[in-house]
């Protein structure tokens, strides 16, 4: 499975952005997607956002009421929106899918200045 990331760009703080990623295939509602980032000189990628299997939204603390994952099985995508976004935020944004491996997508950035 291919995954095309996309909507990533630079904002102020406070500001929005709605990051996409379709697939290259069908993705359906039991197969877990979400979205990592990668901050700046950080060596690892931190969990962001998840729908698991069944539905169900996960979110890290950090991002918690102010990100909001969906999905499009339509269209075979997925969205991350991110609303009231800070410097914190800053960094490259990752999407996945699981099927009978895990699938990353290229990654796009996210910049949020002060």
């Known amino acids: 499975v291919q995954l095309q990331a996309s909507g990533g760009g630079s904002v102020q703080a406070g500001g929005s952005l709605r990051l996409s990623c379709v697939a290259s295939?069908?993705?359906?509602?039991?197969?877990?997607m979400g979205w990592y980032r990668q901050g700046p000189g950080k060596a690892q990628r931190e969990f962001v956002a998840?729908?698991?299997?069944?539905?169900?939204?996960v979110y890290a603390d950090s991002v918690e009421g102010r990100f909001t994952i969906s999905r499009d099985a339509d269209k075979n995508a997925q969205y991350l929106q991110m609303d009231g976004l800070g410097p914190g935020d800053t960094g490259v944004y990752y999407c996945?899918?699981?099927?009978?491996?895990?699938?990353w997508g290229q990654g796009t950035l996210v910049t949020v200045s002060s």
């Open positions: 998840s729908i698991v299997s069944g539905g169900e939204a």
């Open positions: 295939r069908r993705i359906t509602s039991i197969n877990p």
């Open positions: 996945y899918l699981a099927t009978d491996r895990i699938s």
